[in-house]
Structure formats: structure tokens, C-alpha cells
């Protein structure tokens, strides 16, 4: 059954009201502060790759107030174990078996700060439950609940002791994007509030943990034209014949664009996905899933450029095409 427009406008009114109370927190973010809440509903999770010191920590906090929901905040380090992340079983001797003692990724938004300073072992423990909702210890299934996500950090600038992200991981996420330095009038507003400790600011709750799910559940009933399907399998297809492209995006990344349009048109009051909905998504969804060559990237060459390029040649339908 799809979305009908009193459920659209009402989903509308919802998402303003999550994002407006996020930016009590992250100011002057909006498009940032949208895309995080996007990544929520659509049942994914965001990638941040961005200086210290921009608000990672406090957008992570803000969304999980927001939906009622707790966080948990792991510092990646080269020596963090898998265990450390999803839990190990301990010997009790009393009772003599073992009882699971749950780690951090148990809350419903998880901010993994550095990411890539982990070791690539330590990395894939988040694999499975960013893709299941659940992790396996000792062959035992424990479902981290939901809602569930992950908000990923990485510093740009810093590369030393650092372990680059492989191909897998990075599909796991469904949006990519970076807050960026404040504007001149949002900085003069957070430096009036000096007083006032980051860790210590809390927002109410919008919404509870259960209607994220109930709003997550009507996002997948928006209408999606035939012709909005043709354009991103189109996009996606132009991506693997990039002659700077080594590697183009999967199926698995057309999904996650669809889904992410589907979210977006939502909160926009629509109850069908139209293609400028793609295009505000086509970046921050499809750019980190490509690989590029190694001479391209000597040439300064980026994975934003070429799918700025490729919306600029692959045609869109029609808005009324897309109805």
C-alpha cells in the first residue's frame, strides 16, 4: 500500500519538527542535520568524514535525544579489539557458564569516532550488524534492537597509524558527507553560549524509539514511477563506464539511493519520489562506493566531481513522467 498524502504531509511535519531540534544543538547544519535523520529512516547509517572539533559528537547525541534512544560513543584505536565493540562472553563461576556481556554497539545510535585508526579486523566486527541489526558471539545471535545507527567518523587530514576503509565497509554506508566549519553568525552563537559544557546540552525528545520504526516502516511505501527507477539504474550504470572509475557502484548502491529519494520525498510532504529528490542524494549516497584509478586521483580527480558530471549528462524524466 503507498503512501497517501495525509501521511506524507504528516511524516513532513515530524521531520521538520526532529530537525529543528537537532539544530538547537548543531547549528547552521541543516542539509547535514537532514541527511542524518534520512539515514535513520531509511535504516542505514552515516559515514562523517571530517576535522576534529565540528560537532560529530553532538549531532550523534542530539539524534539519539531526539528519538528517545540511547548512544554510545566507541574511540577507535589501533589496539580496540572486536570484543571491545560487540561484547564477550564471560566465565561465571558461580553458575558455572557463560553469560554475554553486551558492549557498546548495543544502543540505537553508535558513534564510531575515527573508524579508520581500528585495525581492519576490528573494522569488519561492524560488518554484520550494520547490515543486520544483530551480532554473533561464541555462535550465539544477540539483535542489537532498534532503531539502529551508526554515525562513522574519519579525519581526512591525518593518515598516519591509520587503516583505510576497504570497498565493503564503505558499501555498508548508506550516505556519506562532512558538517564542515560553522558561518560567521553561527559561531558568534555558540561562542555565547560558552558557558555552557557541549556534553551537557540535551534536547527533549521529538518522537519515541518505536515511531522512528513506524516512520521508517511508511518511507518504504512511497511511490516510485517506473521512469525515477530507469534514472538511477541509469546513473549507476554510467558510473562503471568512467574511464577514471575502477570500480563503479553495485546494485546494492542504486538500493540504497532509491531508499534514501523514498525518505527525502517524505519529508518534503510527497508521497512519490520525483528526480530532483535523486539528484540532492545522488552525491553524498553514490561517491564513496566508487573506486577510482590511481593516475585519476594523481590528477586530482574525485569521486563528488564525477558524479557531479555524470547528473550533468544522464538525463532526468520529467517531473510529470515521475507522478
Not at 39 to 45: F, I, N, P, V
Not at 211 to 232: E, F, I
Not at 282 to 292: D, F, K, Q, S, Y
Request: proline fraction near 6%.
Amino acid at each position: 500500500m503507498s503512501m497517501s498524502p495525509e501521511q506524507a504531509s504528516a511524516f513532513q511535519e515530524t521531520f521538520a519538527r526532529l530537525v529543528a531540534n537537532v539544530e538547537q544543538v548543531l547549528l547552521g547544519k541543516t542539509f547535514v542535520v537532514r541527511l542524518g535523520f534520512v539515514a535513520l529512516l531509511s535504516e542505514g547509517h552515516l559515514l562523517l568524514e571530517d576535522f576534529p572539533g565540528t560537532g560529530k559528537t553532538s549531532l550523534a547525541r542530539a539524534i539519539a535525544q531526539s528519538v528517545a534512544g540511547s548512544s554510545n560513543r566507541i574511540q577507535f584505536t589501533p589496539d580496540l579489539l572486536p570484543g571491545d565493540i560487540t561484547g564477550v562472553s564471560v566465565y561465571d563461576q558461580r553458575d558455572g557458564r557463560f553469560d554475554f556481556h553486551r558492549g557498546p554497539v548495543f544502543a540505537n545510535i553508535l558513534l564510531a569516532d575515527e573508524i579508520n585508526r581500528a585495525s581492519p579486523k576490528t573494522q569488519a566486527a561492524l560488518l554484520e550488524v550494520m547490515e543486520e541489526g544483530r551480532v554473533t558471539v561464541d555462535g550465539i545471535t544477540h539483535p542489537v534492537g532498534a532503531p539502529f545507527l551508526v554515525i562513522a567518523t574519519q579525519n581526512p587530514i591525518e593518515q598516519a597509524g591509520t587503516y583505510r576503509l576497504p570497498e565493503a565497509q564503505l558499501d555498508r554506508f548508506l550516505l556519506k558527507a562532512s558538517i564542515g566549519y560553522p558561518d560567521h553568525a553561527s559561531t558568534l552563537r555558540i561562542l555565547e553560549g560558552s558557558g555552557t559544557k557541549a556534553h551537557d546540552t540535551e534536547v527533549p525528545a521529538v518522537i519515541t524509539a518505536s515511531s522512528v520504526l513506524d516512520m521508517a516502516q511508511q518511507a518504504r511505501t512511497v511511490h516510485v514511477d517506473p521512469s525515477v527507477n530507469d534514472y538511477v539504474s541509469r546513473l549507476v550504470e554510467a558510473t562503471r563506464s568512467v574511464t577514471e572509475v575502477r570500480l563503479g557502484v553495485s546494485v546494492r548502491g542504486a538500493l540504497a539511493l532509491l531508499r534514501a529519494a523514498k525518505t527525502l520525498a517524505a519529508a518534503s510532504g510527497r508521497h512519490y519520489v520525483v528526480p530532483d529528490d535523486v539528484k540532492a542524494l545522488a552525491e553524498p549516497v553514490l561517491a564513496h562506493r566508487l573506486v577510482l584509478d590511481p593516475e585519476a586521483e594523481f590528477d586530482g580527480v574525485t569521486p563528488s566531481s564525477i558524479v557531479s558530471q555524470l547528473l550533468l549528462e544522464t538525463a532526468p524524466p520529467s517531473d510529470r513522467q515521475a507522478v
